[in-house]
Each structure stands twice: as structure tokens, then as C-alpha cells.
């Protein structure tokens, strides 16, 4: 390729096309991530146009929730079927970026709170979808947590809670399962846009982390073509760009310029490669979205057992949402479903009983009346709008639907409620009066089946919540951080995002992360640990002591106690999502590697599993342990060098700096350092000099502590 060529193939050639350029077809990217939307005329990015039938799987507020990696790499290969069947290559998925706030308005396109989470299911995604030979876009890199001011906004963040929280799942994703294309995000990071950030897309993804895949533009986020190339941003979209692409052509080329070409020409054979006549069975697609709806659910209460549903029990439906459902959130994942299930429907067919339906929200009246006359009234009550380009103004339910909760409540002690909303919402207190919820989500097109299901015990729930419920919105720890202002919002909460910080404070939530009921109930055994080549291995027998088969996700949490830093009491480490049968028992293995036990030393600048203790916890959820173990790791050299700057403890406790320290503080004793030695003879008077850097010395020593010396005592520490 001439430079023209390649300044050319760095941009698309319309809003969802590659450039055809130098004897290479041109290939089509289009959006995801729980759905394949081909828009038919017309283009855009938010959702307004239409597009082709598609299966439309439940978004990825309800995939996480059934912590189930299997599900997700199902999902992904059913996704890989259908854009190859509409000749895609690339489907603009998974999204990653952590829930920072329950305001945040594309919560419902993103997996947890949690980066271990997130990040074992969106590599399992993205291996099913690859396995198709077609290509994933991790998206959003990075740090893309909010809408408000989401295409200049700047996330700033140390580089330890940027490590551990916010990049971890891309590392993971990049390393287990190798996108084609990664997708750079619309904000700033620490000032810099993220789509010219050299550290971020250069020396991390590729450099660290070792990526050769395509970094490929959000939609309209380069500011600067010719920064964003050298930063290592490879293809910009949408397209066309012709102004971009002169002023490539007018820097005369570079050596980032001809890789960027490379890399995309790449892609474009890959891609080409697996294309041809395709198809895949819609009917199984719909099964799969209703099974994995199913399993997102998460049962909240359940006094009384009110459920699941008798059979021939008459029941009160009511809620305008049991018909009209929300089954997925607005902007550039909106999807044509290519067939709807509502939850009123599916109650209907599988019931025994007679069933009665109000709307609800606009007349109380008759929904209490037809409450009053059934064994049970379910609810059906939701958010009304979540979109990409906004974030919520509240998380409050609809006053109608909260009025249409209580009154009802009030009227039929048999009272369920069905939420159906793509990120949490304040459940008090009117969740006092019910006794039995259900957090239904947004599950996709067939959400209305997996309901019915699940409350009729055709289902046993096993969805966990992937992210905390507050009591009130001002416990979060984002709260005093978020939207932010003048351009900046400050990730002041540090490494206690979600569950990290209400455990660290010991704060009363509504529900807990990893929470979930059952239709049945398990028993834990004691937990065993050993330390392997490569990591922990943690060990528990679990005992389903009910009488209905069902599962159970056992979560690993770990803790280290007087740890050197400023850590979470504990963190999801590892997890495994197991089907025991009624009575059974399960001989349960969560392996840990070191590497998630790490975290990022600044001064450093890498990762150090730290020495000591470190308690593992077995239980099923954050707040719920049954068992526990520790073991003492030898961890990784953590020595820091000595400088000038470095504190006296410090020095005293390095085994090269003390030893050296010590025949210092002896040489002046015997020479009469009069008050220094003094000093550093004291108890009392030592440990307020404890904490004064060594260079400081010097003003209290005299002579004896010169420049020279200290020269030589740094040298000498420093082996």
C-alpha cells in the first residue's frame, strides 16, 4: 500500500463499512452487544433507525446476574451465528466498564460492580462469539462509567485504582481471549482524550499486555486524527474522514501510521475469510434468550414461601408492564426483536387457575379490587426510561408503580412484586410490606417466559446480584463523586467501588452483592486451602438440604489482614456456579491464581502479591460466609530501594539499610553525637524521628552526617 492507501484504510468508508482499498474488500462492524442490530436504511448510533430482526438476549444487567461463564459463552456463539448470517464481522460488544454509580444511565449494557466478575464472563462471551469467526469489540477503553458529558468528561483516577478496578477486565478479556478489535471510549482519562492516550492504548494494551488486535474508535470519539494514530487508535469511525485522511497523508508517514494500516488490512482478510451463506435456527435462539432470562433473576424475599405459584391458584396481575414490557434499554443496543413474550401472556398459558389483569398504574382502584378477589396479586412495576447518552435523575420507582405496590400490598398479603428496570433502584421501604420480590431486570425478548417460569417453580431461581443495593442512594461510595463538574469527575472513592467500601464501612445495605434466594436451601461444609504452582486452590462441600433441585453460586472472598496498603476487608476471587439435585451434595474447587491475589504497587510500578496472611471466605454472597481458611503466602520481593528521601523506620526496616543505619547511630554515640545520638537512644524521643527522611538528618547531625555520608549510605543500601 502507497501512504494515500493506508491513511485511507484507518477510516471507514460510511457509518458502519471499512474501506474497500488496495485490492481488500471492505467489511461491515455493527452494534451489540446482546443483539445483532443491522440497521436497514439509514445509519446511526443511538438507536433511532430501524434495523433487521434479531434475537434480542437479555442485556448484560441480567447476564451478569447469573455469574454462569458457561451461559455467556453460549451467548456469544448464538451471537456469532447471527451476524454471520447477516454478514457482520464485527459485533461492537462485550461492555465492560464497571457500575460506579446505580444512576449510571448504560448500567444495563455492563456485567458488575466487580472487575473479576465482569471479566470471567466477558472472556467466555467473547471466545463464543470468536469461535464463529466474528469479531468482538471490547468496549469501552476505559473508564467510560457515566453519560453525563460522556464524550469530554475526564475520569481522573490514581493509577492503582485505575489497575486494580477499572483496567483489570480488559486485561483479562486481552489475554484469555484476544477480540479482534478493542474499542477506545468517548472520555478523557486524567485529562487526555482516550482515543490519543499513547500510555493507555500503547504502552498498556499493547506494550504491557501484549495485544495485536485492531483499536477501532467509539463513534465520533477522535478529536485529533493525526494524535490519535501515533497514540496507537488504528481505525476511526464512522467514516468517511477525508480531511483525516490528508492530514495523515501530510505528515509524510510513520512507522504508527503503517502498523495501524497493517493491523486493519488484517482484520479485513480475517474477516473476509469466513464470510459466505449463512443461517441459524431463531426458534433455538428464542429458547436460549428465555433460558438465560431465566437464570438472571434474581428472588429477593420470599416469606412465607409464597413462592412459586400453586398451580391452580387464581392470580391478580397487575402493572401495565406485565403487557407492555421493558424489555431492554435505549441508544445503540435497541434491537428488533424477532419475537416478544410478555410476562402477562406466559402467566396466562401456564396457569391452572384464572387469571385477572389490570393496568394498574393509572387506576389503583380496580387493581386493588381484582387484588382482594385472588390467592395471590403479582405486581409488575419498573423503571420507564434508561438510555445510553443519560444518566438517570433518580433511582426512585414511578410514584403510580409505588402507590400501586402498597396499595395493593395492603389489600393481598400474598403480594408479589416483578421489578423490570437495567440497573438498581431504591426497594425501601416499601419492600417492607411484601413479601415476596422478584428483580426481574431487562431480559430481553423473552423475559415474559423466564417470569412466568420462574414463578411457577419451572425455574428454581440462582440469579445473584452482580451489584449492591443501597438503602439510600447517599451510602453509595460514588455519591459525593458523581457526575462531577467543570469537566471533571473524580474517582475519590479509590479501590472501595460497590461492595468494597459497604463492607469496609460495615453499612447497612438493602441487599448485598452475590445475594440470591432459592426455591431450596444449601448447606456448606468446612473450607480447605493449599497453595499450588500457580495459586490457591479453595475447597468446600456444598449440600443442597431441600427438596427441589436447584443451584448455587459459592463465592471465594479474600482478605489480608495488616495488609501494607489501604485495602477492601474482602474480594470476589473466584467463584463457581454448580447444579446439585435435591438431598446431594457437591465437592466444590474455586482455583485462585497469584495473579488476582496482586495489587498494583505505585511505587513499584507493577504487581506484588504481598506477603503473610490471607483469609479466604466461602459463602454466597459478601455479606453471607459460611466457612473460612487461611494461608500464608511468601508472596513476591516487595524490597522498595532506599533514597535520600526515605524515612528512618523505612531504612531501619530494610535488612541492607538497618544494619547500616545502626553502625552510624553506634559511631556516634562513641564520638559524642551529643543530642542526635541521644535521640536515637530514646524510645519516645526516636519514634517522633521515625518518620523524618534520612536527608533531614543532616540539620540535627552535624558533621558527622554530610552529604558525602549520605552519598555513600545510599550506595551502600542500594547493593
Not at 442490530?37 to 433487521?52: C, F, N
Request: aromatic share 8%; hydrophobic share 45%.
Amino acid at each position: 500500500m502507497n501512504l494515500e492507501e493506508k491513511a485511507a484504510l484507518t477510516s471507514g468508508s460510511s457509518f458502519w463499512r471499512t474501506k474497500a482499498v488496495a485490492g481488500l474488500p471492505d467489511v461491515m462492524l455493527t452494534d451489540g452487544p446482546h443483539g445483532v442490530r443491522k440497521q436497514l436504511t439509514g445509519a446511526d448510533h443511538l438507536g433511532i433507525l430501524a434495523s433487521e430482526a434479531s434475537t434480542c438476549f437479555p442485556p448484560a444487567v441480567a447476564l451478569g446476574s447469573t455469574w454462569d461463564p458457561d451461559l455467556a459463552r453460549r451467548v456469544g456463539e448464538a451471537l456469532g451465528d447471527e451476524s454471520r448470517a447477516m454478514d457482520v464481522s464485527v459485533l461492537l460488544g462485550p461492555g465492560i466498564n464497571l457500575k460506579r454509580h446505580p444512576l449510571g444511565g448504560r448500567n444495563f449494557e455492563y456485567l458488575s460492580e466487580d472487575p473479576l466478575l465482569t471479566g470471567v464472563l466477558a472472556v467466555e462471551w467473547v471466545r463464543g462469539l470468536q469461535s464463529r469467526e466474528v469479531g468482538a469489540s471490547l468496549k469501552h477503553f476505559a473508564i467510560n462509567s457515566q453519560e453525563t458529558d460522556r464524550m469530554r468528561v475526564s475520569a481522573d483516577v490514581d493509577e492503582r485504582t485505575l489497575r486494580e478496578l477499572y483496567l483489570r477486565a480488559f486485561q483479562r478479556v486481552v489475554q484469555q481471549a484476544g477480540p479482534w478489535t478493542v474499542m477506545c471510549s468517548y472520555n478523557r482519562i486524567n485529562g487526555v482524550h482516550a482515543s490519543q492516550h499513547h500510555w493507555l492504548l500503547t504502552e498498556v494494551l499493547r506494550g504491557e499486555w501484549g495485544y495485536e488486535g485492531v483499536v477501532v474508535s467509539d463513534w465520533g470519539a477522535v478529536v485529533d486524527r493525526v494524535a490519535a494514530v501515533r497514540a496507537g487508535l488504528d481505525l476511526t469511525m464512522p467514516g468517511p474522514d477525508p480531511a483525516g485522511d490528508r492530514a495523515l497523508v501530510a505528515t509524510g508517514g510513520s512507522p504508527e501510521l503503517d502498523a495501524a494500516a497493517e493491523r486493519v488490512a488484517a482484520l479485513v482478510r480475517r474477516a473476509a475469510a469466513a464470510r459466505g451463506s449463512f443461517s441459524y435456527d431463531a426458534d433455538a435462539h428464542h429458547a436460549l434468550a428465555r433460558e438465560v432470562a431465566g437464570r438472571g433473576i434474581v428472588l429477593l424475599k420470599n416469606d412465607g414461601g409464597v413462592l412459586p405459584l400453586a398451580g391452580d391458584a387464581s392470580i391478580a396481575v397487575l402493572g401495565e408492564q406485565a403487557r407492555t414490557p421493558r424489555y431492554q434499554g435505549g441508544g445503540s443496543s435497541q434491537i428488533t426483536p424477532t419475537r416478544l413474550d410478555t410476562a402477562l401472556g406466559e402467566i396466562t398459558r401456564l396457569a391452572g387457575g384464572p387469571v385477572t389483569f389490570a393496568p394498574g398504574y393509572d387506576d389503583v382502584e380496580a387493581a386493588v379490587a381484582l387484588a382482594r378477589e385472588a390467592s395471590v396479586a403479582v405486581v409488575f412495576a419498573g423503571t420507564e426510561r434508561e438510555t445510553e447518552g443519560s444518566d438517570r435523575d433518580s433511582w426512585d420507582l414511578p410514584a403510580a408503580h409505588v402507590e400501586l405496590i402498597t396499595r395493593v400490598a395492603a389489600a393481598n398479603p400474598r403480594t408479589v412484586v416483578v421489578l423490570s428496570n437495567g440497573a438498581v433502584v431504591r426497594t425501601t421501604p416499601w419492600d417492607a410490606a411484601v413479601p415476596a420480590l422478584v428483580e426481574g431486570w431487562l431480559l430481553g425478548q423473552a423475559g415474559g417466559g423466564a417470569i412466568a417460569d420462574v414463578l411457577f417453580g419451572r425455574v428454581n431461581p440462582s440469579g445473584r446480584l452482580a451489584e449492591t443495593i443501597p438503602l439510600r442512594l447517599a451510602d453509595h461510595p460514588a455519591f459525593l463523586d458523581w457526575p462531577g463538574e467543570q469537566g471533571h469527575v473524580r474517582y475519590g472513592e479509590g479501590v472501595h467501588v460497590g461492595y468494597r467500601a459497604f463492607d469496609a464501612r460495615e453499612q447497612a445495605v438493602a441487599y448485598p452483592f452475590g445475594f440470591g434466594l432459592s426455591y431450596t436451601t444449601f448447606a456448606y461444609g468446612p473450607a480447605a486451602v493449599t497453595v499450588d504452582d500457580g495459586g490457591v486452590t479453595v475447597r468446600v462441600t456444598v449440600t443442597n438440604t431441600g427438596t427441589r433441585d436447584g443451584r448455587e453460586v459459592i463465592q471465594v472472598y479474600c482478605g489480608k489482614p495488616a495488609s501494607r496498603v489501604r485495602r477492601p476487608p474482602r474480594e470476589l476471587r473466584g467463584f463457581a456456579n454448580v447444579l446439585i439435585a435435591a438431598g446431594a451434595s457437591a465437592d466444590v474447587s474455586v482455583f485462585v491464581p497469584f495473579d488476582d491475589l496482586a495489587y498494583w504497587d505505585v511505587d513499584l510500578g507493577r504487581w506484588v502479591v504481598e506477603p503473610g496472611d490471607y483469609e479466604f471466605s466461602v459463602g454466597s454472597s459478601s455479606r453471607d460466609l459460611h466457612a473460612s481458611a487461611s494461608v500464608t503466602l511468601a508472596g513476591d520481593d516487595e524490597r522498595r530501594p532506599l533514597t535520600a528521601e526515605s524515612t528512618i523506620a523505612e531504612w531501619l526496616a530494610d535488612p541492607h539499610g538497618a544494619p547500616l543505619l545502626g553502625e552510624l547511630f553506634a559511631a556516634m554515640a562513641t564520638e559524642g553525637g551529643g543530642a542526635m545520638a541521644a535521640t536515637a537512644a530514646d524510645p519516645e524521643m526516636f519514634a517522633m524521628m521515625a518518620n523524618m527522611p534520612l536527608s533531614r538528618l543532616a540539620a540535627f547531625a552535624g558533621e558527622r552526617f554530610a552529604g558525602q555520608t549520605l552519598a555513600k549510605l545510599v550506595e551502600a543500601a542500594n547493593p
